[in-house]
Each structure stands twice: as C-alpha cells, then as structure tokens.
C-alpha cells in the first residue's frame, strides 16, 4: 500500500534537492569557520584588486599632481598621499569584510537549518517501516 505521508515527505525532499539541496550541501560540507574564512579570503582578494585598479585610475586622472608632488620632493607629501591611500583602502577593505563575514554566518546557518530539515525527512521516510508490517 502506498503511505500518503510517505510520499509528500518524498516530494519535498525532491523539491529541495531540485532547488537550493546541492548548493546546501557544499556549504555544510565546511566547517562554519572554514566557510567563513574562505568567503573573507576570496573577499579580501576581490577588494585588493578592486582597490587597485581604482587607485591606478585615480593616479591617471590626478597624473599632474603626482608628478608635481614627485618633482618637488617633497616627502611629507608622499607620506600623506600614502596615509591617506592606506586610510582608505582599510576603511574600504574593513567594510566590506564585515559585511561578508555577517553574509557569510547568515548563509552557513540558512544552509546548515536546511540540511537538517532535509536530513529529518529522511529519518521521517526510514523510521516507519516497522509500523506498516
């Protein structure tokens, strides 16, 4: 005989896996701290770059200035632009990781919350096989 109950639970599960199951599973295939730490890794990375390139088209917008600055000699005047440049990019980089690092915890525990409700339906489907004898 054929258990209704059995099979609504069969179809979620399949609903899941067809959804948002495998993405899921590679997000609690990690420790919390491993997924976390990836995701600043692979954020600082992008922000360096990012920070880069905009500091280069800055230098080439500004080129006069800094040629000025250069000829001059001035060192306070490098050492500003530096501290200035430095202040930026850890106002920048800082935001950002703290955003990914929040992202990163509410993903790992929407995922981790999901799985578990998918390995209940499991425990749901195989447990009630003894009732139906």
């Given amino acids: ?76 005047a490098f050492f500003t632009l530096g501290k200035r440049a430095l202040a930026a990019y850890a106002v920048l980089c800082g935001g950002y990781l703290l955003i990914t690092w929040v992202a990163a915890h509410i993903v790992y525990a929407k995922a981790h919350k999901a799985s578990a409700a998918f390995d209940r339906m499991l425990t749901e489907i195989g447990g009630n096989e003894e009732e139906e004898e």
């Fill in 1 to 76: 005989m054929i258990n209704e109950k059995k099979v609504a639970v069969m179809t979620r599960m399949a609903a899941y896996e067809a959804g948002n199951g495998k993405k899921d599973r590679a997000v609690c295939g990690f420790f919390r701290s491993d997924f976390v730490g990836f995701q600043l890794l692979k954020t600082w990375i992008a922000v360096t770059a990012a920070f880069c390139i905009l500091a280069g088209i800055w230098l080439l917008y500004r080129l006069d200035e800094v040629t000025a600055i250069f000829y001059a000699t001035d060192a306070d």
